[in-house]
């Protein structure tokens, strides 16, 4: 498999030290095509690097109305961010191609992987092999009921790194450390630290980032991918404010 160009992109701003925004859209919360070209549009003006697109559980028909809608008034790479082996789309750019490295749960390392293979095969989706680690945030997230999976605890960096390193070594092309959606507490400077400095591959860091301190702080402890979906669902005006967050933050890089 060729590393394609969403992964190549992440690889190289990751080593000059440029910083990534990824808006979440969960087609479950749309209610009304409008609201989804809205937003889309919103992300193009204020120059958010990729959009995700999935959900923990998808009970409406939206997930693929979603995907084409922002395929069509934008640009932006769009990648989807799967909860079960059902949200694939050919439609998209990419897909994270998820183990959940932090369970114990064979289905969601392994099993629901199988089935979905030949058919994300089949779509040419670029697959971006990635280890997938649900941090306890302080209550259950729907992350964590719905895969049956036990967080790893909130307070204990040296698992989250050992995890990441594990998968790491067993071939992972990126680390996704979540709280969750909607998590109440971010994942902490100790945690994001920590893996950080054990891995090489780039780092996303998704999960109750709804405040510009909290996103700060997630990217001045390493992440090179923030997620954010809860906040900017509450209000987009959030989105302006992370975005030239990240601008300010890039630009004192001297990169464009
Ligand atoms: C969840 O990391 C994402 O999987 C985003 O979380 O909805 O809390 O921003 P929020």
């Known amino acids: 498999m060729n590393q394609g160009d969403i992964l190549r992109e992440l690889i ?3 080593e000059r030290g440029i910083k990534s925004f990824a ?3 969960d087609p479950d919360k749309i209610n009304e095509f409008g609201d989804v070209v809205k937003l889309v549009n919103l992300c193009a003006t204020h120059k958010v690097d990729y959009i995700f697109v999935g959900g923990s559980l998808i009970v409406n028909d939206n997930f693929k109305t979603v995907i084409s809608a922002v395929k069509s008034i934008s640009s932006i790479p769009t990648i989807i961010f799967p ?4 949200q694939i789309d050919p439609s998209a750019d990419a897909i994270l191609f998820l183990s959940l490295i932090s369970g114990r749960n064979p289905e969601m390392l392994i099993g629901q992987h199988v089935h979905s293979a030949p058919i994300i095969k089949r779509s040419k989706l670029e697959v971006i092999p990635t280890g ?3 941090i306890n945030s302080g209550k259950q997230t729907s992350a964590s009921y719905m895969s049956n999976t036990t967080p790893i605890p909130g307070n204990k960096p040296v698992i989250a790194s050992s995890t990441a390193l594990a998968g790491e070594m067993l071939g992972l092309q990126l680390i996704y450390l979540d709280g969750g959606s909607g998590a109440e507490e971010p994942i902490s400077e100790s945690i994001i630290k920590e893996v950080e400095n054990n891995i090489d591959i780039p780092l996303i860091v998704g999960g109750g980032l709804n405040t510009i301190e909290r996103v700060t702080q997630a990217l001045n402890s390493g992440a090179d991918l923030i997620v954010v979906g809860t906040a900017i669902e509450k209000d987009q005006n959030f989105l302006v404010d992370v975005s030239m967050k990240i601008s300010e933050m890039n630009e004192a890089l001297n990169v464009h």
């Not at 909860?83 to 059902?86: D, F, L, Y």
């Open 83 to 86: 909860g079960n082996s059902m």
């Open 23 to 25: 808006v979440l859209i």
């Open 132 to 134: 997938y680690m649900l």
């Open 12 to 14: 190289e701003k990751k």
